[in-house]
């Protein structure tokens, strides 16, 4: 069983930041990647940013140089910085983590259950 706990939503005002954390807990062989994607009502799924846990970061265009994804490895903890915050950035967060649980040899796909940001205009 894998559990993916998000915290850090919250409401902001145009310009402020946020810090969002998600920590991936169970019984995992290891985590091959964790992001960060977030949905409006009526909107598809789409990716902010992920971090492979080779290091390699991705961005969503409208995100770079505002977000920074970072990783604690030994704590199986993802945390997203966001700072200059618009309204367009509000949504329901969502962290997503592929993984191999233990006793399989392929990945899995977990999800949190959604962190709501809101920043005010």
């Known amino acids: 069983q894998v559990h993916v706990a998000e915290s850090g939503g919250g409401l902001v005002e145009t310009g402020g930041s946020l810090r969002l954390s998600c920590v991936a807990s169970g019984n995992l062989v290891g985590i091959i990647d964790m992001g ?42 993802m945390n997203l910085q966001m700072n200059n915050l618009t309204a367009e950035d509000t949504d329901i967060y969502y962290c997503n983590v592929k993984a191999i649980p233990n006793g399989e040899i392929r990945q899995r796909e977990y999800w949190g259950q959604g962190t709501q940001v809101t920043v005010s205009s």
């Open 36 to 77: 960060w994607y977030r949905q409006g009502p009526g909107e598809r799924r789409e990716l902010v940013a992920s971090i492979h846990t080779a290091g390699v970061t991705n961005y969503a265009d409208s995100v770079k140089g505002r977000f920074t994804i970072s990783r604690e490895y030994g704590r199986n903890r």
